[in-house]
């Protein structure tokens, strides 16, 4: 069975930094594009960091370029998102999801039907 599991979210200050993981079973994450997605309350889902394949080119949205960076531990399993200089405006649920085929650009996008998503994991940044 294919499962993604999320973890890390907590409730840092302006400026701080997390470290979200999404945890997969079930599957390799070298063989899938995995995507970071956040929903705010009141807000449409975002997709702000996704890595493809292999070593494909990663992908992120313009709200997180130079603050976040997407990582794959594949020894792991797991992919990282390291978030520094958080802001109130990245709270939100996060989520991660899995394509098998998608490059990260697409991924990302929100265009495309996801088959594989965790369950979330809650940031919220506040003073």
């Not at 702000?48 to 313009?62: F, K, L, Q, T, V």
């Not at 797991?78 to 939100?92: F, R």
Request: proline share 4%.
């Amino acid at each position: 069975q294919l499962r993604l599991a999320e973890s890390g979210g907590a409730l840092v200050q302006p400026g701080g930094s997390l470290r979200l993981s999404c945890a997969a079973s079930g599957f390799g994450v070298d063989y899938y594009a995995i995507g970071w997605f956040r929903q705010a309350p009141g807000k449409e889902r975002e997709g702000i960091s996704c890595i493809s394949r292999y070593d494909g080119p990663s992908y992120y949205a313009d709200s997180v370029k130079g603050r976040f960076t997407i990582s794959r531990d594949n020894a792991n399993n797991t992919v990282y998102l390291q978030m520094n200089s958080l802001k109130p405006e990245d709270t939100a649920d996060y989520y991660c999801a899995a394509d098998g085929h998608l490059p990260a650009a697409d991924l990302c996008s929100g265009s495309y039907y996801l088959d594989f998503w965790g369950q979330g994991t809650q940031v919220t940044v506040s003073s």
